[in-house]
Nanobody, 124 residues
Framework: QVQLVESGGGSVQAGGSLRLSCAAS?????????LGWFRQAPGKEREFVAA????????RYADSVKGRFTISRDTAKNMIYLQMNSLKPEDTAVYSC????????????????WGQGTQVTVSS
């Protein structure tokens, strides 16, 4: 059983930055896994943000965050990060990390394990 715990959310003004962290545990190796970040704003569907291959570090981003957000991982610490720069009010959402075995997928249904989420609020 994989556990994912996010941290680092908060409130920031437009143009600011935040870094989200996701601690992974559970005794399972992640050598064939993809780790991803998703977000969900009130009244909207869950949206893919970014994904990274645990073994190779290959990344994939949603067009809406490309050039502003960076996903990374620390395999020694079993940590995933999402550095968010140039934040916009439309980035406001609950951000969740997820783990799955399919390669860099953008659909939440491809991810088996989820964290509880952390709130990010960007004010104008």
């Amino acid at each position: 059983q994989v556990q994912l715990v996010e941290s680092g959310g908060g409130s920031v003004q437009a143009g600011g930055s935040l870094r989200l962290s996701c601690a992974a545990s559970g005794g399972r190796t992640f050598s064939t896994s993809t780790l991803g970040w998703f977000r969900q704003a009130p009244g909207k569907e869950r949206e893919f943000v970014a994904a990274i291959s645990w073994s190779l570090g290959t990344t994939r981003y949603a067009d809406s965050v490309k050039g502003r957000f960076t996903i990374s991982r620390d395999t020694a610490k079993n940590m995933i990060y999402l550095q968010m720069n140039s934040l916009k009010p439309e980035d406001t959402a609950v951000y969740s990390c997820a783990a799955g075995s399919s390669w860099l997928r953008t659909s939440g249904s491809e991810y088996k394990y989820w964290g509880q989420g952390t709130q990010v609020t960007v004010s104008s």
